[in-house]
């Protein structure tokens, strides 16, 4: 395995960054909401609302708590093997994003048995999502554009 380069490290601090973010942002709706409460902060478009996900996307497989762990720890490492393998910074951004997003709904299921979801857009969606979520799908969206294009920067 390669030594952590300089290179490396502005990508691991982002991920560090990112579970931090997504930590703190659930720690406080825990602490601050009821599940089911909803604060609104644009009228009828966007709300803030206590959400617990026992499933995966869009609440399908709920209470599969141990198969989203596995499924998580085996997507990591693939990432991981990927990270060492790939220098373009498009690739090793989006990996970063994944990953961080990836490990912050996996300590959710290992410290609560659920991933803390809040927030809603209810006027153009039906689902609630985190900032780990966030992380996840602009990961993927960078991911394709990068595959798609296949263009290095």
């Known amino acids: ?3 952590i380069d300089k290179k490396s490290i502005f990508y691991i601090i982002l991920g560090i960054l990112l579970l931090i973010i997504d930590q703190i942002v659930k720690i406080n709706i825990k602490d601050n909401m009821v599940i089911g409460d909803s604060i ?3 009228n009828d478009f966007f709300s803030i609302t206590y959400v617990q996900n026992k499933g995966a996307a869009f609440g399908i ?3 599969q708590k141990f198969l989203f762990l596995i499924i998580g720890i085996v997507m990591i490492l693939g990432l991981i093997y990927m990270f060492i393998k790939d220098e373009d910074k498009i690739t090793r ?3 970063t994003m994944i990953i961080s997003g990836a490990l912050g709904n996996i300590v959710d299921r290992l410290r609560y048995g659920y991933v803390v ?3 809603d857009f209810h006027a153009i969606w039906s ?3 985190n900032v780990a ?3 996840v799908v602009l990961g993927i969206i960078l991911m394709s554009i990068r595959v798609f294009t296949d ?3």
């Open 40 to 42: 609104k902060v644009v």
């Open 117 to 119: 979801d809040m927030f």
């Open 151 to 153: 263009r290095r920067i």
């Open 133 to 135: 979520d966030i992380c």
């Open 1 to 3: 395995m390669n030594k």
């Open 61 to 63: 497989l709920q209470n």
């Open 93 to 95: 951004l989006s990996i």
């Open 127 to 129: 689902y609630v999502f």
